[in-house]
């Protein structure tokens, strides 16, 4: 390889994982990356002193140009929009803040956030880029950079988890939560779900789904109870967590993810839009 290629292909899953957390779409940051890299090949590597800052710095303004875009794309989507789901590798759940970062949970937190106010949030929280880079990437001044940081950082605060959850805790909610449906326990169910639990289904217009959230559990367990008991679930890493894949005939049908406060199910995510559905045939690799 020469030198431009080895450069970019040592930072490809951290410029992928930015242009990922930026736009909750794999099939979107793999774009970023193709226009990522048809600039980079034409830079002359000899006027580039810091060369991961440059190509984040390059990344980065693809994915704002994309993320404006896509904003425009999804108000006219069936139904509730929900990000792409990653069938991640080990190492995405050993790295705590990665796998926080990378959560159904914290990416529709993200959703919420103006472009700008995102990906500074995303290079300065999650990838810990100096100020002056960040200001580089986004074409602001330093100064407004850490006013838009501070913004950013106080809407997030206001409405991510509330605790950390481990693993084990996400693992063993999800467990009781498999078993509840498959036996089709109602109450059992209705325990792992907290009162005001919010089920978001996203069919892309191409899968039955519900047209908007379905709030309560009361609501949200009678809707579960309607899986078929044809269907599989088995246990998986999404985006750095437990989750669950419901397979039909072998194929992957839904993958679920869950949002955990206080011991409860808060929010339940189902991606069923098969165009969404690709990446969880095989392991993707991530990296700060």
Known sequence: MDLATEVFVAHRNLLFTVAYEMLGSAADAEDVLQDTWLRWAGVDLGTVRDQRAYLVRIATRQALKRLRTLGRRRESYVGPWLPEPLLTAPDVAEDVELADSVSMAMLLVLETLAPTERAVFVLREVFDLD????????????????????????????????????????????QAFQQAVETGDLQRLLDILAPDVVLL??????????????????????VLSRITPAASLQPAHVNGHPALVVRLDGDIDTVITVRIDEGLITGLYAVRNPEKLSRMERETTMSR
Do not use: C, F, M
């Open 201 to 222: 289904t996203d069919g892309g217009g191409l899968k039955q789904a519900a047209s908007a959230p379905v709030v309560g559990a009361g609501k949200v367990a009678h």
């Open 131 to 174: 100020y002056d880079e960040i200001a580089e990437a986004v074409g602001k001044s330093q100064a407004a950079v850490r006013q838009i940081a501070h913004r950013a950082r106080a809407h997030v605060a206001a409405r991510r988890p509330r605790d950390v959850v481990s693993p084990n805790a996400t693992r063993a909610a999800l």
